[in-house]
């Protein structure tokens, strides 16, 4: 247990904890713009395009008479469950939205951090014989069997 909370201890001292509650936090923040958005936004812009059907009050009661229930609340006050299959629809479109964001800023911010100047490849080392690749560290060949001059096996 003494373990355990040292290594909370070292989680925490690190700053990880702090990055990742300020993470969750401007998190939050972002999903309430983006549920913003596509309530205040975009649902009353697709709702005009599909005749006025509003996406979140689309439900299925489950005593299955359609007929009966105008909105979600009528059928909750009837007392008759609901399957709320507009409101997932609806969760589904914010995740979307939240995703296609996300990736755009991290698009954006891949541009705007300076990329990481790439170490030269190193030349495959070839035996002076059959031309064939080996490794660094051979004596031998090991596709033709050519005792390897010495000054090649040494590396600087």
């Given at each position: 247990?003494?373990?355990?909370?040292?290594?909370?201890?070292?989680?925490?001292?690190?700053?990880?904890?702090?990055?990742?509650a300020t993470g969750v936090m401007i998190g939050g923040a972002f999903s309430s713009i983006v549920t913003s958005l596509v309530n205040d936004m975009l649902m009353p812009v697709i709702g005009l395009l599909t005749g006025g059907v509003d996406l979140s009050g689309l439900f299925i009661p489950l005593d299955f008479q359609f007929d009966q229930y105008a909105t979600i609340d009528a059928a909750k006050a009837a007392g008759v469950g609901t399957l709320n299959y507009?409101?997932?629809?609806?969760?589904?479109?914010?995740?979307?939205?939240?995703?296609?964001?996300?990736?755009?800023?991290?698009?954006?911010?891949?541009?705007?951090?300076?990329?990481?100047?790439?170490?030269?490849?190193?030349?495959?080392r070839k035996c002076p014989y059959c031309k064939m690749v080996i490794d660094d560290e051979a004596v031998k060949c090991p596709h033709c069997a050519s005792e390897l001059p010495v000054a090649e096996t040494a590396e600087a």
């Amino acid at each position: 247990m003494k373990k355990l909370f040292n290594e909370f201890k070292n989680f925490c001292s690190k700053g990880n904890i702090l990055e990742l509650a300020t993470g969750v936090m401007i998190g939050g923040a972002f999903s309430s713009i983006v549920t913003s958005l596509v309530n205040d936004m975009l649902m009353p812009v697709i709702g005009l395009l599909t005749g006025g059907v509003d996406l979140s009050g689309l439900f299925i009661p489950l005593d299955f008479q359609f007929d009966q229930y105008a909105t979600i609340d009528a059928a909750k006050a009837a007392g008759v469950g609901t399957l709320n299959y507009g409101a997932f629809l609806q969760a589904i479109f914010n995740f979307l939205i939240i995703a296609f964001c996300i990736f755009m800023l991290v698009k954006a911010m891949a541009k705007l951090m300076p990329k990481k100047e790439e170490e030269p490849k190193k030349e495959d080392r070839k035996c002076p014989y059959c031309k064939m690749v080996i490794d660094d560290e051979a004596v031998k060949c090991p596709h033709c069997a050519s005792e390897l001059p010495v000054a090649e096996t040494a590396e600087a």
